[in-house]
């Protein structure tokens, strides 16, 4: 297989460059096909350290969100999934930015796979990454300057509720994800080492993704028939299950500025403001609940969902990250 290179300018820490494997505290936890490692402060596994330590509510919240996802999803997992939780300063990544998440990429029949959903939707056994994760995601400490809400009660004005960011960064990991490149404005690449990497394919959410104008993502490319639009404000999910239930195209997250780590990867916020998979969420609201649509969305991306999600009326209000916004 030949790798080609991207080239970025990427500064390096030497202290990165040196960090060894430390999990002395680290505890890892099984919930249903995840075993979930929680970092705590100073536990590192070679690429991400701890800065907070873990409590046991924390860490049942973790399992809520993960059996939301398994409740409906009937595909049995090649293996576990390593999954690895750090507390962090996400300052770093931009302004009320909440969790992010970054999965391992698989290269496989034609596509690219997160690793967790290879394992799972695929029932494949591919190797983590050197790290040892499939997934890993990172929370802000900070909550993005509010304070977190644990526990089943719902968040209170000034609150972000912890289950609802988990449930939507595990969701990522999932599939929601895309191969575009805005660097490059392509599709299908995807990184082995940085800057190394492959044109592997799309994603499955990518083949259900089109513009107004019609324009599908192709790989190696930019578009097919045409340039895709990735600016169009929103572009659609397109998927058969998705579009039956909704009544027509699905509006997806597409600012006339893309957004890293946003645009294209998420429910169109005006349209879905309340759904777990918005880009955003405010303070005092909570998104633990897949909805029918999201199912759907699921189903089209190739899951086996059970029970199959029910026509309803959808309820229609005025981020691999998750962002914190203003109520309006």
Not at 116 to 123: M, N, Q, S, T
Not at 127 to 139: C, H, N
Not at 178 to 198: I, Q
Request: charged share 15%.
């Amino acid at each position: 297989m030949t790798y080609s290179c991207r080239y970025y300018i990427i500064i390096l820490c030497l202290s990165l460059l040196l960090t060894t494997f430390c999990t002395a505290t680290a505890i890892t936890q099984t919930y249903g096909v995840f075993d979930v490692t929680f970092y705590n402060i100073g536990d590192s596994d070679g690429e991400n350290t701890g800065q907070s330590d873990w409590t046991s509510q924390q860490m049942d919240d973790v399992a809520g969100a993960i059996f939301e996802w398994q409740s409906q999803i009937a595909n049995v997992a090649g293996r576990q999934i390593q999954m690895h939780l750090f507390w962090g300063n996400l300052n770093t990544l931009g302004g009320n930015m909440l969790g992010n998440s970054q999965s391992k990429k698989i290269e496989a029949d034609g596509h690219v796979w997160n690793s967790v959903e290879y394992a799972w939707k695929a029932g494949q056994n591919p190797i983590t990454s050197s790290y040892g994760y499939d997934t890993v995601i990172q929370l802000d400490s900070a909550a993005a300057g509010k304070s977190w809400n644990f526990g089943s009660d719902a968040p209170i004005e000034g609150e972000v509720d912890f289950r609802s960011i988990i449930t939507h960064e595990i969701g990522h990991s999932l599939g929601w994800d895309s191969t575009y490149d805005k660097m490059f404005d392509d599709w299908g690449w995807m990184y082995t080492t940085r800057p190394y990497g492959l044109y592997g394919g799309l994603t499955a959410w990518d083949e259900n993704l089109v513009d107004s104008s019609g324009n599908k993502p192709i790989t190696r490319g930019k578009g097919t028939p045409g340039n895709f639009n990735q600016t169009d404000d929103p572009v659609y999910f397109d998927g058969e299950n998705a579009t039956a239930l909704y009544g027509g195209l699905v509006p997806i997250t597409a600012p006339a500025t893309f957004s890293y780590a946003s645009s294209l990867l998420h429910l169109d916020e005006a349209t879905f403001g309340d759904m777990v998979m918005s880009s955003s969420i405010a303070s005092g609201q909570m998104a633990r609940t897949l909805s029918d649509l999201e199912w759907a969305m699921m189903e089209d991306m190739g899951w086996t969902v059970v029970p199959e999600p029910s026509s309803v009326i959808l309820m229609i209000s005025a981020f691999g990250m998750l962002r914190l916004r203003s109520r309006k």
